[in-house]
């Protein structure tokens, strides 16, 4: 297992391909839209987000806190991810909700309810931990410091 600090775009961590909902695979997590089963690839290296007390593993769709499972649903989870791929960099509402919600229109409101659940899961803003901040009218940006944990094959 090898670490990469990412002070930069997570994009070095390339999970595994995914399944969508018309059963066909899809490629790398930046350029995905939704979230729903992922399925195992050969060739590709696992990955492990860790930040503060958490760690995600993006191609379980799975957070955990030390080694528990985070209640957190998948659109909170995959607004999670998106922010974690451009970690420091401004990511706006209209970007997140196109990402999270592709090809339905949903009003702004839908986003500030998923974000507020996935801050309340992340404890941001409390006990000295900052994950995400809020640029009024912009979008959000993920401000903690990040490792990526890549799983050599």
Known sequence: ????????????????????????????LS????VPQRVRSAGVA????????????PTQLLLLEGDKPVC???RALEILIALLERQ???VSKQDLMTRVWPNVFVEPANLT??????????RDGRDGHRFIV???GRGYCF????????HEN
């Open 31 to 34: 350029t995905r839209p939704s």
């Open 88 to 90: 420091g960099e401004l």
């Open 143 to 150: 401000v903690g410091k990040v490792d990526v944990l890549v």
């Open 72 to 74: 957190l649903g998948s």
């Open 113 to 122: 309810v998923h974000m507020s659940a996935l801050r309340r899961a992340l």
């Open 1 to 28: 297992m090898r670490s990469i600090s990412a002070f930069g775009r997570l994009e070095q961590f390339h999970p595994e391909p995914r399944l969508d909902a018309a059963h066909t695979v899809q490629g790398p």
């Open 134 to 136: 809020n640029i009024p």
């Open 46 to 57: 696992p990955v492990d987000v860790s930040f503060g007390p958490f760690r995600l593993l």
